[in-house]
């Protein structure tokens, strides 16, 4: 006999994500259930469009007590909790039907993986998973209780716990689902009142400086969870939690001893959490201390993940550890180690391609030939989520423009080339020589990223022809354009780059020592003259670098001389970088030793 489930869930002005959500379950469960509590949009609307039962509640503050009167009308034999602001993917709901044709255990709360995003986008790298109360019996006197971050009630002596892979995707911490919905002030009102009823109770202080954390006062937030770790219970539901959370605050703010002095406290409750460990490596990067680093990172990889409970952060236990092992031997110059560290990252991690542009970086210091550099990539792709789109952004990186433009040529030949496409034709070439095809690109859009790289690339490509007449006409059309910081900065620096080329006069340009972005955009003209081996052009542009008040210009300019090899000419820029302005750094330093 199948097992029937009401979806059960609590909204208030949830338009924008409620159609996602529910697209999501519709095909899984036998009811929905939701209880509205106050909305002025359209919720209401959409629920009733999927043909879910709509109750409403009169909003009081509490969660819980809203999220029970959702419970009274489910009327199916399981329960099944989700937020308007979450979504279960195509394979997890194949993972649900899996579990509901299964013989369910009816003494037992199952548990499901919450992957909540964090930041501006969704992304692996601001991911965080934590384990959920999700499917449950229904009339069971199975209840919530606590005004916020309600807590699912029952006699833990008589039901057991499993924990499931099905995964739940939760974008309610991403930043503009914060801010639209307000949710940090009210949660913090509500904890506040909270508090100053049980200011003893060790779960409202955990919650509360998860608030305070969430707004930067990580003082306040690390003597709440110091107040909620005193006579530490490591059973505790949130307990692995709280050790992690202290850590990372103490990390933060600099207390590595700390940090590491909590670290060894958690391994001893928790053997197996990988987390610690990877946070101990994270720990020892800042304090550079590498070999110690590697111990903690290998054994992060001899535990592998954590088990369900004790697995808060993606890829601890794999690809974010090999990745961080490649980095080690990359910077200490192991470049075999650093390589096969790097592909078992991307094999571990296929969507996780971070790691070429390192693996291209070392084919470059060792100097492989193109023909080894494709088969090695070959061999790659077939385990990855490479595509030419990535590996022509790779190439350009490192200087290999002819590659590059062989992989957009691929590209084209199955795609419409997109604007950022575009942009790296435009790049590699103007790199190249190539000036007639820079400047015969299609426009992009001008609120695409990549408008105004393009139309320096373009702009470029006529000063070094010569033709400073549709230079300058390139560049009234970017004045006439919707202007940004970035876009007028670029107008004023490639406006005195003609009047140089010109020999007209050229005025100041900047006088805030503290800007750089006119310096970045000098380095970039600089060094496609340097490319082109156009010395002439190269000897007048970098005196664009005067019409800037920026102490680190002839540093900078050293550093772009290594970079192609000027060995002298690099060493002569960084002894009057040193000799006139008194300004070096450890590259520099090193750069004089070469």
Known sequence: MKNEVSLCMIVKNEEKYLPRCLNSVKDIVDEMIIVDTGSTDRTVEIAKEFGSNVYFFQWNNNFSEARNESLRHATKDWILIIDADEEIYKEDQELFKILLNSKLDEDAIYNFQGVSYSGNSINENNRTINLNPRLFKNNKGIH????????????????????????????????????????????????????????????????????????????????????????FDPNTGYSAMLVIRMVYLNYDIGKYDEALRIIDEGTKYYTNCTDLYFLKSQIYKVLRKPILQIKALEKCIEIGDAPAQLKFFSGTGGFKAYYELGNIYLELRDLDTAYNYYVKTMQSEPGFITPIYDIVHIFRLLNIKLDEIRSALEELESATSLDYSILADVFLGEGYYD????????????????????????????????????????????????????????????????????????IQNISCSNMRDYSQKVVEVFNQLINIFEDKTATVIN????????????????????????????????????????????????????????????????????????????????????
């Open 144 to 231: 919530y209780e606590g005004a916020i971050h309600n807590q699912l009630i029952y006699n833990e002596k008589n039901y057991n716990v499993i924990c499931e892979d099905v995964k739940i995707h939760h974008y309610g911490y991403l930043n503009e689902r914060i801010i639209s919905t307000g949710k940090r002030n009210r949660n913090l009102t509500i904890l506040k009142d909270q508090f100053e009823k049980n200011p003893n109770d060790k779960f409202i202080c955990f919650n509360l400086a998860n608030e305070y954390a969430a707004l930067g006062d990580l003082n306040k937030a690390l003597e709440l969870y110091y107040k909620a770790y005193d006579n």
């Open 511 to 594: 006088k805030d020592e503290n800007e750089t972005s006119y310096m970045d955009i000098i380095i970039e003209i600089c060094e496609i003259m340097l490319v082109n081996k156009r010395y002439d052009e190269l000897a007048i542009a970098v005196n664009l670098a005067n019409l800037v008040d920026n102490r680190f210009a002839l540093l900078r300019l050293g550093k772009l001389y290594f970079k192609y090899g000027y060995i002298e000419l690099a060493k002569k820029e960084i002894l009057r970088s040193i000799k006139e302005l008194e300004v070096y750094d450890t590259e520099g330093l090193d750069i004089l030793k070469a």
């Open 403 to 474: 590659l590059a433009l062989e992989f957009i040529e691929k590209y084209e030949m199955s795609n419409e080339l997109i604007d950022a496409m575009k942009v790296l034709k435009g790049r590699c070439f103007v790199r190249t020589g190539r000036f007639k095809e820079c400047i015969s690109i299609d426009k992009v859009t001008e609120d695409s990223d990549g408008y105004i790289e393009l139309q320096i690339c373009r702009t470029l490509s006529y000063v070094l022809m010569k033709d400073y007449n549709n230079a300058k006409k390139l």
